[in-house]
């Protein structure tokens, strides 16, 4: 009987359709058995389809002041290709790499400050009940206080210099990573915290491989809330005063009635937003692989 039972399970186990099922890889499945010929097709599609809003709008921006527009206010919204040339010819000047240079370094800066500190903080104060208890009432006040309104505080206390501009950014990319670090450790499954003591780990050893992983989406989506701040904050810092910098470049183009300048700024500071926020998201991604494995188990 026993026999039996083991050659039917061997036979089983040698046949196709008893082999065990293993984990897909990524990106297999019913696409990736496709030819590569449709396979890039297919990939062709998904990125006309996520492009077509984009694509739409420059058309927009294009063709609409040339036969929208009546010819007073072609000045003030001059059609892409005239910001394109502007901004090709910031380039060749040099003056559009002083400028990005300028606000890269004070937007990393402020925002790096921020991550340490509001992630340093956050994990205290959510693992410590009557730490985040004493703390909560005065992190609301400051957290509903707009950044841009304490810019003149900062002026006045530290300058017009680079100090208030990177601390400046650095508050205001500070409380979205620190409250979103407290509500990321705050709501971890109380059931895998439950499954860890049982198992024996100490409260360190929790914090490190349970408390920790589990709270990492969270914390980056306040770190990338706080990388969108800390342009926006900075841009604004230096319309105020600068004498280099995107803002300076948007506004003394404005003052100047470089009106093609202008908008190519503005044209840089967005897309200087969308690489931050393609790489705050790969950072992401690489410190949540273990999701991804867990989840294709």
Do not use: C
Request: no cysteine.
């Amino acid at each position: 009987m026993s026999t039996a039972t083991v050659d039917t399970t061997s036979t089983t186990a040698d046949t196709p359709a008893g082999r065990r099922s293993t984990p897909a890889p990524p990106g297999s499945g019913a696409a990736a058995a496709l030819p590569r010929p449709h396979r890039l097709l297919l990939a062709l599609g998904r990125g006309a389809r996520r492009s077509a809003a984009v694509v739409l709008f420059l058309l927009l921006w294009e063709l609409g002041p040339q036969y929208l527009l009546d010819p007073a206010r072609k000045v003030f919204l001059p059609p892409l290709h005239v910001v394109l040339q502007a901004w090709w010819g910031l380039v060749e000047d040099g003056q559009l790499q002083q400028h990005l240079t300028a606000s890269l370094a004070r937007s990393v800066t402020g925002f790096g400050v921020a991550v340490v500190a509001g992630v340093a903080l956050g994990l205290v104060v959510a693992w410590y009940d009557g730490l985040r208890e004493l703390l909560t009432p005065l992190l609301e006040l400051f957290r509903n206080t707009a950044a841009l309104a304490l810019l003149p505080v900062f002026v006045l206390l530290l300058g017009i210099g680079e100090t208030s501009k990177v601390s400046i950014v650095a508050y205001a990319s500070f409380f979205p990573v620190l409250l979103n670090t407290i509500a990321g450790v705050r709501t971890v499954d109380p059931l895998l915290v439950r499954a860890a003591r049982s198992l024996g780990l100490n409260s360190l050893q929790l914090f490190q491989k349970v408390v920790l992983p589990s709270a990492v989406p969270t914390i980056f989506t306040g770190i990338r809330m706080a990388g969108t701040a800390s342009i926006l904050v900075l841009i604004a810092a230096e319309m105020v005063g600068a004498k280099a910098g995107l803002g300076y470049l948007i506004v003394n183009a404005q003052s100047s009635f470089q009106i093609p300048d202008m908008y190519a700024g503005i044209l840089t500071v967005s897309l200087f937003g969308l690489v931050v926020n393609t790489v705050l998201v790969r950072v992401e991604q690489r410190f949540s692989r273990w999701r991804v494995a867990a989840s294709g188990r």
